[in-house]
């Protein structure tokens, strides 16, 4: 239902879209990313409502954006790529209702 697509490998300093469409979810309150590095636990990257008030984690403040594209589908623009960027990029969405939809992930991979 949440289907992911965008990543791979990027050389640092370097730019990436990553674009997540939700089919058959209604009602969707907000939309976002989630990402896992390897070792650690998932976390939080960016979100967006269903008015478009943002909210990202403080480590990606001003290199990563994420819009909302056509209704029910979100993009996450990154840009000035680092190393510790590199991680699972999970499309995540919860609906008025309190459902939460996970996406398969997408490897966003960070070297050079």
């Known amino acids: 239902q949440l289907q992911a697509s965008g990543g791979g490998l990027v050389q640092p300093g370097g730019s990436l879209r990553l674009s997540c469409a939700a089919a058959s979810i209604f009602s969707i309150r907000v939309m976002g990313w989630y990402r896992q590095a390897p070792g650690k636990q998932r976390e939080l990257v960016a979100t967006?409502?269903?008015?478009?008030?943002t909210n990202y984690a403080d480590s990606v403040k001003g290199r990563f954006t994420i819009s909302r594209d056509v209704k029910n589908t979100v993009g996450l623009q990154i840009r000035s790529l680092k190393p510790e960027d590199t991680a699972v990029y999970y499309c995540y969405a919860r609906e008025w209702g309190g459902t939460d939809y996970w996406g398969k992930g997408t490897l966003v991979t960070v070297s050079s």
């Open positions: 967006i409502t269903s008015v478009d008030s």
